[in-house]
């Protein structure tokens, strides 16, 4: 799979993606991130890629011009499934839709800034938004890297089979049960003991009971 972010703050998404899980999925060849920073689409060389929004609005949008000539690059090269807008405004993210973007081939992710992008970019442009949660982020990126990695993990191939996404939280629409390591005792504070009694079925059920109680206390509305 093959990401092209666009971006006017690059910076902020380098990291986040190129470590852990996100590095190995690229060293690997099962993930292509691409960031590209709007401002080599500048309408001048001062950089320019946002302006006053008309009406007399506080904030400075994003334009259309910069935008247009780098998804049209970019849609020169190869075809993309979905051209993404993160916004609050957006659908929110959740696992299924995690599930079925990561079994696309290509993606565009268009990091929203300041006020907002002319709402034209978002017409005729974009094919889908995306929210991350009901709350307000500076700019898009964290929320493109959210979803990049979210997305990332669950390539086949990306995740060897120990931590295999399969038994993530949300998969079954079940939080995940709790896990241990070493020592069994820590000044008192156990280890149940079925998790070091050798017994599969139990530690089986165990868990899945675990996961069950879990998401019936914490996260009841996903038993819906
Ligand atoms: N940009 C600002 N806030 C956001 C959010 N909650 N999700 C996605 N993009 C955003």
Not at 96 to 122: F, W
Not at 187 to 205: D, F, R, T
Request: aromatic letters at 6%.
């Amino acid at each position: 799979m093959r990401i092209d972010i666009i971006s006017v703050v690059p910076d902020l998404l380098h990291s986040p993606l190129s470590h852990s899980i996100m590095k190995r999925a690229q060293e690997k060849g099962l993930l292509e991130v691409n960031i590209i920073n709007l401002r080599d689409y500048a309408i001048n060389n001062h950089g320019q890629v946002d302006d006053y929004a008309f009406g007399g609005e506080a904030g400075m949008v994003l334009m259309i011009e910069p935008i247009d000539n780098c998804i049209q690059d970019l849609k020169k090269q190869r075809h993309y499934d979905e051209v993404i807008y993160t916004s609050p405004d957006g659908q929110t993210l959740n696992q299924g839709m995690a599930n079925q973007l990561s079994m696309k081939e290509n993606l565009i992710i268009l990091c929203g800034h300041y006020k907002g992008v002319d709402e034209r970019i978002r017409e005729h442009l974009i094919t889908k938004e995306i929210s991350i949660g009901d709350y307000v982020l500076s700019g898009g990126e964290l929320a493109a890297a959210v979803i990049t990695d979210c997305i990332g993990r669950l390539i086949p191939g990306v995740l060897n089979d120990e931590s295999s996404a399969l038994f993530d939280s949300f998969q079954d629409n079940l939080l995940s049960h709790p896990v241990y390591t070493r020592p069994a005792d820590y000044n008192g504070w156990k280890v149940p003991e079925v998790l070091y009694s050798g017994h599969q079925a139990n530690i089986k059920k165990w868990k899945e009971d675990q996961a069950l109680q879990r998401t019936q206390s914490r996260r009841p509305d996903l038993l819906k």
